[in-house]
């Protein structure tokens, strides 16, 4: 993976490359959802038009541009996750009615487009009461991935290790959870919804003050052959996922 290259495909193709900072997005209904109640500020590599959205176990950054999540973040704890064991799938998903009508992915978008699921980016498993799994299947949870990635080394490889961690760790962790594209998308739908290039999920356990980042292209082929450090996600998203101190 050439991550020298990526921000500078990504600053050509898809946004100005002087924009600044965008301003920190307003969680303070579900900060618990991240390290000492700090979100994450998307950047110049972001698509705009955001928006900060709270669930009662997890929390998305929006983009109305993208119709889909900047990171979806979440506080995986043991006790999180013994409740959420056996916890029965609706498999209902529905239109982000928070949203604006123009920066809503929809139901339609996702119909016919053949080889691509519904991904979730905080997924179902993790969701430890019937009204957090039903939010789970907001479409601004979700993004357009690969079938056979969705059900198969994302779900093996990259979720259910993050789980195993959490039930063992001292005092859980914080997951970060998102698309990654390197260059001008391709869409799917009415409402063009971006398809990623890659996906990411940044695990940082708090107690051993330490992360490390799955990085996953969206093909029916990929495989995890390895972790990432936080250093090299930062270099590729172009964001600081984390607050200085935390590692």
């Known amino acids: 993976m050439r991550l020298t290259s990526t921000l500078a495909a990504l600053a050509f193709a898809l946004l100005p490359a002087t924009a600044a900072l965008a301003a920190p997005p307003d969680f303070s209904g579900c900060a618990q959802s991240f390290f000492e109640g700090r979100a994450p500020a998307a950047t110049e590599y972001q698509p705009g038009q955001l928006y900060s959205l709270c669930f009662d176990s997890f929390a998305v950054l929006y983009s109305g541009q993208s119709k889909s999540p900047v990171y979806s973040a979440q506080y995986l704890t043991r006790e999180r996750l013994l409740a959420a064991h056996g916890m029965k799938r609706t498999d209902h998903f529905y239109e982000e009615a928070r949203l604006p009508q123009a920066a809503r992915a929809t139901l339609e978008d996702f119909r016919g487009a053949q080889g691509?699921?519904?991904?979730?980016?905080?997924?179902?498993?993790?969701?430890?009461?019937?009204?957090?799994?039903?939010?789970?299947?907001?479409?601004?949870?979700?993004?357009?991935?690969?079938?056979?990635l969705n059900r198969g080394v994302w779900a093996k490889n990259v979720e259910k290790p993050t789980r195993q961690?959490?039930?063992?760790?001292?005092?859980?962790?914080?997951?970060?959870?998102?698309?990654?594209?390197?260059?001008?998308?391709?869409?799917?739908?009415?409402?063009?919804?971006?398809?990623?290039?890659?996906?990411?999920?940044?695990?940082?356990?708090?107690?051993?003050?330490?992360?490390?980042?799955?990085?996953?292209?969206?093909?029916?082929d990929a495989q995890v052959t390895r972790v990432y450090s936080y250093d090299d996600l930062v270099r590729l998203t172009g964001m600081q996922l984390l607050p200085p101190g935390a590692l």
Do not use: C
Request: charged fraction near 20%; hydrophobic fraction near 40%; proline fraction near 9%.
């Open 165 to 220: 961690y959490a039930m063992r760790s001292r005092d859980g962790v914080y997951v970060l959870t998102g698309p990654i594209y390197t260059k001008a998308p391709e869409t799917i739908g009415p409402d063009k919804v971006w398809i990623p290039h890659e996906f990411f999920r940044l695990v940082y356990d708090p107690a051993a003050k330490k992360a490390w980042a799955y990085i996953v292209p969206n093909t029916d």
């Open 116 to 148: 691509y699921d519904r991904g979730h980016m905080s997924e179902a498993a993790s969701m430890p009461t019937p009204e957090a799994m039903a939010q789970s299947f907001s479409l601004s949870n979700i993004t357009a991935q690969r079938s056979v």
